[in-house]
């Protein structure tokens, strides 16, 4: 239920002689039929102030009882991959599976989720790419009014724009990745390649499908299945609204 506010989730780990009892569900995990080993983020202080330093960081093995899988949810696109729900229900872990230092679980999530919205910026950027090499096959082949449908000026103009923001997107991306290899703090600038290039991927995949007119909306053709995988990258990772409240905290303004 919390999802883009982390440090408000209910899944609770409450400590004993032997390790901890963890209580709780999660709704959308990628992965989460085919996981052996889960890492949980749970609240070992459901007291602490500010919220988020009551947060830890828990590893549950497949099997362990108690802990089950519920629906393998049905989504709009990304089919190859399974989206589940995890469901823990009076789960015995040993102390030996607390992943660090107990309390300590939110930085260790705000370090590693940079790489992670790096990730989901690259397959953006890569989505963006092989649409336009998709598109302009496409519409050099397709023919209308005797003409390729490459030969009509809005054809080239759209395509010569997304072809500018995708380089641009790259080059950003690509800088912040080098920033990140070198140890820089690059929380701003992962933030701002999230929102920019997922938000591309989304003009990308519309603009594409639309140059493949009436062929862009069968199964058939690459273009629909990409376009069906775009939208979600500006949802996960933190959503992009979320990204912007970082970037505008990293300019002071909150
Ligand atoms: C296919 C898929 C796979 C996923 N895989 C994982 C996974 O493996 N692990 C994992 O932990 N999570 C995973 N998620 C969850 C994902 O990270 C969340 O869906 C995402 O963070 C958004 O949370 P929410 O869905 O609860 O939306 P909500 O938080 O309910 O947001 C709804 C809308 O409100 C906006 N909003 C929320 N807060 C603010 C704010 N402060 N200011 C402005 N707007 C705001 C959001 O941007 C969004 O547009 C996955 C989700 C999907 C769809």
């Avoid at 991959?81 to 789960?91: A, G, Y």
């Avoid at 040993?94 to 107990?102: A, E, R, Y």
């Avoid at 995708?166 to 991306?173: D, H, V």
């Avoid at 600038?189 to 493949?212: F, G, I, P, R």
Wanted: proline share 2%; charged share 25%; net charge negative.
């Amino acid at each position: 239920g919390a999802g883009s506010d982390l440090a408000s989730i209910r899944t609770t780990a409450v400590e004993n002689e032997k390790g901890f009892t963890l209580n709780g569900e999660k709704t959308f995990i990628t992965n989460g039929i085919h996981a052996d080993l889960v890492v949980v983020v749970c609240k070992t202080d459901p007291h602490a102030s500010p919220a988020y330093k009551g947060i830890s960081l828990m590893i549950v093995e497949r099997d362990t009882p108690g802990f089950s899988r519920g629906r393998k949810l049905d989504k709009v696109g990304l089919n190859s991959q399974d989206t589940s729900e995890l469901i823990f229900e009076d789960v015995a872990v040993s102390k030996d599976n607390l992943l660090g230092k107990k309390g300590e679980g939110f930085y260790y999530l705000m370090n590693q989720l940079q790489q992670e919205r790096l990730i989901v910026g690259i397959g953006a950027i890569a989505a963006c790419e092989r649409m336009l090499e998709l598109t302009v096959e496409y519409v050099k082949e397709r023919k209308a009014f005797g003409k390729s449908i490459a030969s009509f000026q809005n054809t080239q103009f759209k395509l010569a724009e997304l072809q500018t923001e995708i380089e641009i997107g790259r080059t950003f991306l690509d800088r912040t990745i080098e920033a990140h290899m070198n140890g820089e703090d690059v929380v701003k600038e992962v933030s701002m390649s999230k929102w920019w290039t997922t938000d591309l991927v989304k003009k990308v995949a519309m603009e594409c499908m639309h140059l493949h007119g009436g062929y862009g909306y069968m199964e058939e053709y690459e273009i629909a299945r990409r376009f069906r995988d775009a939208p979600v990258t500006a949802i996960y990772a933190g959503s992009n609204e979320i990204m912007k409240t970082i970037i505008a905290k990293k300019m002071g303004l909150v």
